[in-house]
């Protein structure tokens, strides 16, 4: 299978080196990464250790049976425009946040599923990504029920020996994604701490309410989590990903936007009450205006 990775940042670079064990793979993203790339290979470190040439480009290739997407939310609609042209069979966004479905299946002409994924990757230098936790993948329908096309990513990633799955239960598994990331990247980046702290101590705290909070958005748009399911995921994600610098914590880092809008902001911006996850949401968006990234 061809498999084109559009945003090959930290996990695209990494699910990208894991495929092309297996398959063809193109990675589409930035100088210097991509040409580093091309000259010396994708190194991956870590938990995985390997070595690997798979193609890259600043653009998409013509063709490919199966595109990526694995762009912060905010950069969605720019991914498909760089797919505009490109003749895919399907196309997976593995992205965080919601919506970023909506978008690509309102400007692209294939099918488009939902994805969630709890690898942790870290992209240092140029050519160079760590994988910071083993996860899981799983792949469907935005909006629920069985996907042949589903089935065939899920087999594709299982060859090239990663963990993944197709289920008929996407809404569900989207929204306990959110309540991960909300709690996960949030905390994190405002606490500046690596994973695990959220395991024990004041910060944990933190984390489960704001995954409480989003459970309690989720019902209410007619997504049955439970709140018990919800804090479960993140102490299972935090565990399993415990060195890792969540993706908005390398944001805060570099001094770049953040996905704050997407991650927490269907939760702080809902009618519900949600004071955690407003607080959190405000003190990051107030971040990100006193630098003008708003």
């Known amino acids: 299978m061809h498999v084109a990775v559009v945003g090959a940042g930290s996990l695209g670079s990494l699910l990208g080196g894991l495929l092309a064990r297996e398959h063809r793979v193109t990675l589409v993203g930035r100088d210097p990464h991509v040409s ?15 070595t690997i040439s798979p193609d890259a480009d600043t653009t998409a290739p013509a063709r490919c049976d199966l595109a990526l997407v694995t762009t912060k939310a905010f950069d969605t609609a720019g991914a498909a425009a760089t797919l505009a042209d490109t003749d895919a069979g399907c196309v997976v966004s593995l992205q965080n946040g919601l919506g970023n479905e909506t978008v690509l299946r309102d400007r ?3 099918p488009v599923l939902a994805g969630t994924c709890t690898y942790g990757a870290r992209r240092s230098d140029p050519g160079v990504v760590a994988c910071t936790g083993e996860g899981t993948v799983t792949v469907g329908d ?10 065939r990513v899920a087999d594709a990633f299982t060859a090239a020996d990663i963990d993944a799955t197709a289920s008929d239960e996407m809404p569900l598994l989207v929204w306990q994604k959110l309540a991960v990331n909300v ?4 905390t994190t980046a405002l606490a500046r701490t690596e994973n ?3 395991l024990d101590g004041p910060a944990s705290s933190v984390a489960a309410a704001a995954a409480r909070e989003t459970a309690t958005v989720a019902r209410s748009e007619g997504v049955d989590l439970a709140d018990e399911t919800a804090t479960d995921a993140v102490e299972r994600v935090a565990r399993n990903t415990r060195a890792n610098r969540s993706s908005m914590l ?3 880092d570099a001094r770049r936007r953040t996905e704050v809008d997407a991650i927490v902001g269907p939760v702080a911006d809902h009618a ?17 205006a006193e630098r003008g990234l708003r």
């Not at 580093?36 to 390997?50: D, K, P, Q, S």
């Not at 935005?142 to 089935?151: F, K, L």
């Not at 709690?183 to 949030?186: E, P, V």
């Not at 519900?272 to 990100?288: D, K, N």
């Open 36 to 50: 580093a790339i091309r000259e010396h290979g994708l190194r991956v470190t870590g938990v995985v250790n390997l």
């Open 108 to 110: 692209l002409d294939c």
């Open 142 to 151: 935005p909006d629920g029920g069985p996907s042949e096309w589903a089935d």
């Open 183 to 186: 709690g996960i990247n949030a």
């Open 196 to 198: 695990g702290a959220l």
């Open 250 to 252: 390398q944001d805060i």
């Open 272 to 288: 519900e009450p949600t004071p955690v996850a407003a607080t959190l949401a405000g003190l990051l968006r107030a971040w990100e």
